[in-house]
Structure formats: structure tokens, C-alpha cells
């Protein structure tokens, strides 16, 4: 399974991680015992909502925050109206019936596991750990901070840049001059590395010593460039609580499948193969002689 479905395994983490968070009682401050509706008689509680959203965690994200309470509540109370009436007519006692409980009673054990034994084993900690060894010898990408200042021709262009040798202030002429949109922010577009800017404006801004500008216009698609390199440097590394979530879910995963190969080893599995009818094999075989 772990071979076969590694993208369903991660998804089934990250669902994990989503249902446990919800239904703990920073969610729900009441007693789980506390009744929040009754259908012919039989309570529904608090605890029955957590695991209500346990259940809806993926619907939940369509509804805002404020109204899951009272979603949930709906929810299990048409859920009881139909129990009952499954009840009156017998359902209960039928064999798919029991063989769907008996599952459902597996899946329950299994999620009860994973959250005592698994999910809420990862401390701290084992985040600020995963952080250091992924992240302590970091070097990031080389990238500038640069500003520009963008015009329609070259002649405006070749002029601001003798404005600029003259001792005129960059970002002033950008707000004052610029056709672009960061042009009212002084030209400023922030870091950026290798790959996010057109070719012609990236080879000139990476060729530029930090504080030194263009000393002829850069053309693209977009019109004529003057282009500042403020600063040079080496991307950092992002700051934990950044990564946290992640790194969270990649210890639970490792986790997930360490304990899987663990109980593997110590059960008796023993996968059944479904056997062929013997019409099956008959029509196979005349499938191979009609190719």
C-alpha cells in the first residue's frame, strides 16, 4: 500500500492533522457531555459534534468558522431522525449492517492510534530538530533587491539617466517619471532572484555591482528600463514558524510509515488472491484468440 499510494498516504496525513485539530477543546470549551440538542429522547453532546467535524473536516473548509457550529448541529440531527427510522424497520440487524460496524469500529481504533501514538507524539521539539537539520546549512539562490524606473522611449530614458549622474535621487525620478506600477513606491520591487523577471531586465540587473545603476536604457516588451541594484544576497533560509506546519506533517508521515513497517514485520498478513470464475478464464482466452 505505501508503495502503491504514496500521494494517498500524505493526503490521508494532512486530513488526520486537520480532523485532530478540530475536535479538540480549544474548539469546543464546553464539558463533552453537555447536551446541545435531543431527538426523541436521545441526546446529542458536545462530543458528539467534535467527532461530527471530524467526519465533515473537508466539507467544513466550504463553510465560514462561525456557522459550523450550527451546520453540525443540523447535521446530527437529521442524522438521529434517520437512525430511528432505520431502527424501526429492523436495519440494525441485517449482516451488512453488522459488517459495516464492524468497520467502522476498525477505522475508530485505527484513527485513536494514530492521534494518541502518532499525531500527538511530535513535540516542539522534534519541529525545531527538523528545522535545524533541513535548514542549518542553508544557501539560498543568489537574488537583488532592486528599483527601476520604466518609460515609453529611449530618449526619456537616456535623459533620466543623465538626471541620475547629475546627482538626482532614483526613487524620486521613479515616482515622478515612472510608467509602471511601482513607480508611486519609488521603483522598489523588493528581492527577487533568477527566473522572475524578463530575460533583457534580469541580465542587467544581475550584471550591476550593488549601487550602481544602468548607464543605458534596458529594453523589453514593456518599454525602456532604468534599473538600481541595492543589495546582493544569498536567499535565506525561511523562519520556522513559516515551515512549521509542514515540517510537522512530514514527522507524522515518517512516523506513519516507520510504525506501519514496524507492525508489518510482528502480523501474520497474509493477502488472499480473488479466484477466477471459471467463465472469466474462458471469455480471457477467447479475447487472446480473437487479438
Excluded at 480549544?26 to 447536551?35: E, G, I, L, M, T
Excluded at 424497520?89 to 477505522?107: A, S, V, Y
Amino acid at each position: 500500500m505505501l508503495r502503491k499510494f504514496p500521494t494517498v498516504l500524505k493526503c490521508s496525513v494532512a486530513a488526520f492533522t486537520l480532523v485532530i485539530g478540530f475536535g479538540t477543546a480549544s474548539v469546543y470549551a464546553q464539558d463533552v457531555d453537555d447536551v446541545v440538542a435531543t431527538v426523541d429522547q436521545v441526546e446529542i453532546t458536545e462530543g458528539d459534534l467534535a467527532y461530527a467535524a471530524q467526519d465533515y473536516a473537508n466539507q467544513l473548509q466550504q463553510v465560514p468558522p462561525n456557522e459550523w457550529r450550527g451546520v453540525l448541529t443540523d447535521v446530527l440531527v437529521e442524522m438521529n431522525l434517520l437512525a430511528n427510522a432505520a431502527k424501526e424497520q429492523g436495519l440494525q440487524d441485517e449482516p451488512d449492517f453488522k459488517r459495516l460496524m464492524e468497520f467502522e469500529r476498525t477505522r475508530a481504533l485505527r484513527n485513536a492510534y494514530f492521534q494518541k501514538f502518532i499525531q500527538n507524539t511530535i513535540s516542539e521539539d522534534d519541529i525545531q530538530a527538523a528545522y535545524d537539520e533541513q535548514f542549518g546549512d542553508f544557501k539560498g539562490e543568489q537574488e537583488i533587491s532592486a528599483r527601476h524606473i520604466l518609460v515609453e522611449t529611449e530618449d526619456e530614458a537616456k535623459q533620466i539617466i543623465a538626471d541620475l549622474e547629475g546627482g538626482a535621487d532614483f526613487a524620486e525620478l521613479a515616482k515622478e517619471k515612472s510608467t509602471g506600477p511601482s513607480g508611486k513606491n519609488g521603483g522598489q520591487l523588493g528581492f527577487f532572484g533568477k527566473g522572475q523577471m524578463v530575460p533583457e531586465f534580469e541580465e542587467a540587473a544581475f550584471a550591476l555591482e550593488p549601487g550602481s545603476f544602468t548607464k543605458e536604457p534596458v529594453k523589453t516588451q514593456f518599454g525602456y528600463h532604468i534599473i538600481l541594484n541595492e543589495e546582493a544576497r544569498e536567499r535565506p533560509a525561511p523562519a520556522l514558524e513559516e515551515v512549521a506546519d509542514q515540517l510537522r506533517q512530514n514527522l507524522v508521515l515518517e512516523k506513519f510509515r516507520a510504525k506501519l513497517e514496524e507492525l508489518r514485520a510482528s502480523a501474520d498478513v497474509a493477502i488472499v488472491e480473488p479466484v477466477e470464475a471459471e467463465g472469466d478464464d474462458a471469455a480471457a482466452q477467447d479475447g487472446e484468440k480473437a487479438e
